[in-house]
């Protein structure tokens, strides 16, 4: 029953989305560019980030959280860089329009980067390092997020869950494209288990004391009161495993988000009951051409990708994949017989539209 | 026994290396940057990457396969970008001087990125991320290494252990200083377990069904002939702790390292009994002073730093501690009172300079 999936033509998605930020007072332009990242997600096979979240948006547009249009303000610029203050617009069309620009940079100067601050959530942070590959560019694109992660050693949340992505053309494989969270797992992954009453498994979360967190119920509380306790870094529990590797990659976005563009970084970004947080994101492009013909960029990207997708599995598995090759497979699929909702996001969305006068998409089909 | 130290004035390290490197054909100039690297890892207490491995450069210089002061070529270089074939040199030497063009290049151009190909061991990636600070900038370091890393859910090295540094400027703080590999550990563990005869914990590393490995002799054996299995990826197995993550990692620092400079990347690049892989490296620099005022961004990480310092330790530990920390608190206690290094390391650094005729260093004291 709650796997129960309905499948929605993506367009038809993306323009429900539209209309209902459109009625919240989001300009045609901005609210076009934010449903469209935020059906990538679902098309990608990244639910959590899909439209799954699309009450959390509407939310952030009554309350105020998220301004619909705040007018975009460039702090500083030159032909290698950008810090914009988004003025707590969505994250997405901000960020669209900042890697643009990022990329046009790039273009002249070889490479270029850019902070975005005051801004909210923006969504799947591989969908900006992918607009890099058209002009052969390698992209780059990270947020901060609320402090949920616990440094290794430590029983105190200090860092966000801090995703990465990083993408890099190719000529007949789909691009590598790596995004990933910089703690072992995200909130989203504790709250399932949490809603089964399942017990967690060592490595993902400390509670308060620092000792591995058993029962998520608790671990939730005392993290969201900051009583101590949160997720582990990428590596998990103390050194044994690489944990200070992750704490560590964990740090570096939150610099190159938060400290770059002059923002709030570590504990400084939290949400509350009745808002999130204002994050900061950084995107950045670099230039193949500059080192070496593209075309043969792709063609060694190719091999590379072919080898690791066409090597042996281990016993037990069926194949290897790269990153991004699952995501971008989906999509094709997806594209072609419509975009997986589970029917309560279905319901939750209707029930917006609903709110909102705005008539649900029609489902292609129940399964 | 094993673990008797003796300490040796840094300096005198030094220049007892830059003798050996001198006497087997590298000028007094490159040999002084080789040295220099090679005992930093020892002052920085990372033995694994320090004078420990004199021999393998002895036996490397000795045989052809780091060549004596290769001239290095530029094959590309850009206001933006550099590439530079190292021609079998040494890692260390000509890795120092790319650094330094990147950071020029970096002054005018806001950032630039560089790539070394046919190259060495580096020793430790660090120590080139660090070089960034003085000219307030933000450092990044890479290399590939011979393959030993599993792709998740395979059971063939496809990738090595791939390191990435990343070191950002602070004020009265140290300076955070991220260098990892991205493999959950390296080879040098696991030889650690297969001399003490003991099994080896799950998450490390897979044999040749891609099953965790708990032999550690046989896995070396298998790896090595690559009969199959070998390192798992930061996050360990499957993807339940985020596997696939470091995965990425890796395979994006062989991206940034093999396939932008044109060189061998994946499985191409191995060691064999007679001699080890070129390698391929990868340097950046962004300018800080495009983005915000240094001097603030300098105070920012103070706090960030401080804030990650303080914050309180898990029951059971006593301090947390930020990536850069213990080896800069090393360092300052190892320039004062000498550098350590295992009895064992002694000994075989003296039996070279007892075959090449270059006096050993005293020790300062034996504990």
Known sequence: ??????????????????????????????????????????????????????WRYVNGLKSGQMLPDAPFEILRETPASLVINANGAMGAPVSVRAMNMIIDKAKTNGSAFGCVRGSNHFGIAGYYAKMALNA???????????ALGVPTFGRQVMFGTNPLAFAAPADKEVAFLLDMSTTV????????????DKELPDGWA????????????????????????????????????????????????DILTGVLSGASFGQGVFDTEE?????????????????????????DMDDMLREIRRSPPAEGEEQVYFAGLPEM??????????VPLLKKTYEGICAIG???????????SIS
Not at 25 to 46: C, F, K, M, P, Y
Not at 185 to 196: A, D, I, N, P
Not at 226 to 247: C, E, Q, Y
Request: glycine content about 12%; aromatic content about 6%.
């Open 1 to 54: 029953m709650e796997h129960e999936e309905v499948r929605i033509q993506r367009h038809s998605l993306e323009d429900f989305c539209r209309k209902i930020f459109q009625q919240l007072g989001v300009s045609e332009e901005n609210a076009a560019t934010a449903s469209e990242v935020l059906v990538a997600a679902d098309a990608w096979g990244i639910p959590s980030h899909g439209t799954g979240r699309l």
């Open 136 to 146: 052969n560019m390698i992209g780059i694109a990270m947020t901060n997020t609320a």
């Open 185 to 196: 797992v995200t909130r989203g992954k504790v709250e399932v288990y949490e809603r089964l």
């Open 206 to 253: 400390v509670d308060k004391t620092g000792r591995p967190a058993k029962d998520a119920r608790s671990m939730l509380d005392d993290m969201q009161n900051r009583v101590g306790g949160g997720l582990l870094p990428l590596g998990g529990m103390g050194k044994a495993f690489g944990g200070h590797k992750g704490f560590g990659l964990a740090v570096m976005v």
């Open 275 to 299: 808002s999130s947080a204002r994050v900061s994101h950084f995107f950045g492009a670099i230039d193949i051409s500059r080192f070496r013909d593209p075309d043969d960029f792709r063609r």
């Open 329 to 338: 497979e989906k999509e094709r699929e997806n594209n072609r017989i419509g």
């Open 354 to 364: 609903k709110e909102q006068g705005i008539q649900c998409p029609e489902p292609i």
